[in-house]
């Protein structure tokens, strides 16, 4: 009999394979593993794990349901709580939230929350069943309760979509504004095909908009439309949940060269513009021989990923720090060893070196050692005099983090902003220093998790949902 204590690993494609496609790389349970897992959890009274969920789902309940083999239950009593449980399941950092607080985490084997999670939305979505709460918002449409009002949501990433979602089960009428083509903000244009594909993303989409929220494409709020006009078309509250998508660069010599990416350009130029399957779709992109990706975190593996899957003939990720320092989650990592990414760590760039035609050529390195911790309680690196040295490359992508994009706040002088131009936000109730102006996710935290800017956009939703009751 198989002990307690063992856990289902989700099974995946063999690194061999996945490597020549874009195909999602984890596989998801079958029937029978997901009860196996399921019988793991020990249905604890006081449920520490939902104390590491942002959105609180209630994780004991919905695993005991998927024990009694009642799957479309577990999968409405998720959605109770989390709009999107299958990207969830798929891109959330469940080992460091939820699963970190399981009893069973002490001995290494926390129960795969996000695996069942994902198995119970992937079930309902492939069953073709209507998640109930459409059905209950049908009839909120016809009978919208008093203090029902217009709200407009800035942006449709994953802060956004729970906003809205949340608003229009309150009864709110709510409509999306996103600047880009598609709809998804970085869940589109930054996760790539093989983490999350998007065939995923749409149907969790079409999920909000079966709500009554309404989609609106190509308008960027600043620029196309300003917050000021949005209240005189009758919009009574806003909430912005733009990102943070403005790159970061090393501001190092070389940066302007052909064959120098940000990583927003390069996943973008992939996902959103599926430069992956060019031809077919008109979006050329220089993939290279010899890659390099700066950065250790999720957005630098893939990065890293995608290159492998592009054709490169070698890809090195080059990291300031040790493996242990890395911010990437651990299945990532795995993932990007197994399918051929080599790790150049404690090592950094100090120049990009370029042919005579102005394409890169190379990178000049320095070899770092690791001090005193610095205010991320990281050790910081420091450089090993007499270490330099190059990489022959062809292709540089910069992945070191990102910033916040300025225009909605341009044109909004009275949102307050900080010295790095993030907005200012009750981080209980989004509330910002403008009446009925709500704010969550990166553009006030800067980049972090997608469930953490869930949770933002629910508990920004019930504020708002308080406001327009006190108006």
Request: proline residues 5%; glycine residues 10%; charged residues 25%.
């Amino acid at each position: 009999m198989r002990a307690r204590q063992d856990r289902v690993e989700m099974p995946k494609q063999d690194p061999d394979v996945r490597r020549n496609n874009f195909d999602e790389v984890a596989l998801g349970y079958n029937m029978a593993q997901a009860a196996a897992e399921a019988s793991r959890c020990l249905s604890c009274r006081n449920k520490p794990c939902v104390s590491g969920c942002p959105v609180s789902v209630d994780i004991p309940a919905f695993i005991a349901l998927v024990k009694e083999g009642r799957i479309e239950e577990a999968a409405e009593k998720v959605k109770e709580k989390n709009s999107l449980p299958a990207i969830c399941g798929r891109v959330c950092p469940q080992e460091d939230q939820c699963e970190a607080r399981c009893v069973l985490a002490k001995s290494g084997k926390a129960v795969a929350i996000g695996a069942l999670e994902r198995f119970v939305a992937d079930y309902l979505r492939e069953k073709g069943d209507r998640p109930r709460q459409a059905e209950m918002t049908s009839g909120a449409k016809r009978n919208r309760p008093p203090h029902a009002a217009k709200v407009a949501v800035v942006g449709s990433g994953p802060a956004g979509l729970t906003a809205a979602a949340d608003l229009a089960l309150m009864g709110h009428e709510v409509t999306v504004f996103e600047s880009l083509h598609a709809f998804g903000g970085v869940l589109r244009y930054g996760i790539p095909e093989f983490r999350l594909p998007k065939a995923i993303l749409d149907h969790e989409i079409d999920y909000v908009r079966s709500l009554g929220v309404e989609f609106v494409p190509n308008v960027i709020v600043g620029k196309t439309i300003t917050a000021e006009e949005l209240r005189t078309q009758g919009y009574r509250a806003i909430f912005v949940g733009t990102g943070a998508g403005l790159p970061h660069f090393l501001n190092i010599p070389g940066e302007s060269l052909v064959g120098v990416y940000s990583a927003n350009e390069y996943l973008t130029r992939s996902n959103l513009m599926k430069a992956y399957r060019f031809p077919e779709y008109h979006t050329p992109m220089r993939s290279g021989d010899r890659v390099a990706v700066i950065g250790g975190g999720n957005v630098a593996m893939d990065a890293a990923r995608t290159a492998v899957r592009l054709g490169a003939k070698e890809v090195f990720l080059v990291y300031r720090r040790s493996r242990a320092e890395m911010p990437a989650r651990l299945e990532e990592v795995v993932n990007a060893e197994e399918e051929g990414v080599k790790f150049m760590l404690l090592t950094n760039p100090v120049r990009i070196l370029g042919d005579e035609n102005g394409a890169v050529r190379a990178i000049e390195c320095v070899r770092m050692e690791l001090g005193e911790p610095d205010s991320s309680g990281r050790r910081r690196p420091v450089p090993v005099q007499g270490s330099e040295h190059t990489l022959d490359v062809d292709t540089v992508i910069v992945a070191i983090g990102q910033g916040p994009n300025t225009l909605f706040t341009q044109s909004a002088p009275e949102v307050a902003t900080d010295r790095r131009g993030y907005i200012i936000a009750d981080c209980e109730t989004g509330a910002t220093s403008a009446e009925g102006l709500y704010a969550g996710g990166d553009i006030v935290t800067g980049a972090a998790t997608v469930i953490a800017a869930m949770g933002a956009g629910r508990r920004a939703a019930a504020a708002i949902d308080q406001y327009l009751r006190s108006c």
